[in-house]
C-alpha cells in the first residue's frame, strides 16, 4: 500500500515551535497523509522529555495515522542528523558516527536541511546515508536545490523531502512529502520502507516527477535549461492565478 508521509516535525515541545500535536493531527487528517515523523530537537529534550515524546507519539497513532517518534541532533561539525525512529538520544560526535549509532538503535539517520552548511558537507553525507534535499522551511516552497540535489546524487546517498515545520502556518499550501510503499499502516514498516528505498518524493500527493515535469532529474542534470522547463511547469502544477503564470513564463 501507499503511504503519504511528512517528514521532520517539530511541535512545542522542541522549544522553538508553536505547533500542537492537536493542530499538526488536524492538518494530516484533512489533507490525507497517513504518516507523521517527528524530529524534536534533543537539545529542548530531558530523557524523560524524550520518553513522553514517544508515549504521546504511540498514544495518538491509530488504524488511518500512525505517528513515528524521532530527534534532531546536532553533530561536532555543527551539521544536524534527523533520527527518524529514535527513541532514546545517542551521544553526540561526529556526525557519522552519530548516524551509525542511530542505525544501531533502529532508527534511520538523515542530513536536515544542507543548503544551510558550507561546501563540504558532501563528504560526510554519503557515510550518513540520506540528505533532506527539499527543506521546504529553508529552501522555499516551489522546488528543491539544484545544487543540493545534484550533489546528494554524487554521494550516492537517499534524497528525501521535508518540511522541518515549527508552525501551523508551515502545513498549509503545496507540501513536499514522500510516499512509502509499506506492507502495513505500521511503525516498523514505515521505516523499513525509508531503509530499503521504498520512498518517492512527491508534493500533495503526487510523485514529483509528475508534479513537476521531470522533477529531480531536471534538476540534476538540465542544467539552466531545465531549470526554466521546471520553473514553467511548477508555476502550472501550484494554483497560481493565470496573470501569476503568464508572469513566470515570460521571466523564465
Known amino acids: 500500500m501507499k503511504v503519504r508521509a511528512w517528514l521532520h516535525l517539530h511541535t512545542v515541545c522542541s522549544g522553538d515551535a508553536d505547533l500542537t500535536l492537536d493542530a499538526l493531527l488536524a492538518a494530516a487528517k484533512a489533507a490525507g497523509v497517513g504518516a507523521l515523523f517527528l524530529t524534536e530537537h534533543r537539545e529542548a529534550l ?88 527539499w527543506n521546504r522551511h529553508y529552501d522555499g516552497r516551489l522546488a528543491p536545490p539544484a545544487a543540493i540535489v545534484a550533489a546528494c546524487r554524487k554521494t550516492g546517498g537517499r534524497s528525501l523531502f521535508g518540511l522541518d515545520a515549527h508552525g501551523a502556518e508551515a502545513l498549509s499550501g503545496a507540501l513536499p512529502e514522500m510516499i512509502l510503499d509499506v506492507d502495513a499502516l505500521e511503525e516498523p514498516a514505515l521505516l523499513e520502507a525509508l531503509r530499503d528505498g521504498r520512498a518517492e518524493s512527491a508534493v500533495d500527493g503526487k510523485p514529483f516527477d509528475a508534479f513537476a515535469g521531470g522533477g529531480l532529474r531536471a534538476l540534476a542534470g538540465s542544467g539552466y535549461r531545465g531549470l526554466r522547463r521546471l520553473a514553467r511547469r511548477v508555476a502550472y502544477a501550484l494554483p497560481f492565478k493565470d496573470e501569476t503564470r503568464k508572469r513566470i513564463g515570460r521571466r523564465w
Open 46 to 133: 530531558s530523557d524523560d522529555g524524550i520518553r513522553e515524546s514517544v508515549r504521546r507519539c504511540r498514544e495518538h497513532s491509530d488504524a488511518d495515522l500512525v505517528l513515528v517518534p524521532g530527534l534532531e541532533i546536532s553533530s561536532d561539525e555543527r551539521y544536524h542528523i534527523l533520527g527518524f525512529g529514535l527513541v532514546a538520544a545517542v551521544s553526540k560526535g561526529p556526525a557519522a558516527a552519530m548516524a551509525g549509532r542511530m542505525r544501531e538503535a533502529g532508527a534511520f539517520p538523515a542530513l536536515a536541511h544542507p543548503s544551510r552548511y558550507p561546501p563540504g558537507w558532501e563528504d560526510t553525507a554519503g557515510s550518513i546515508g540520506a540528505v533532506e534535499v
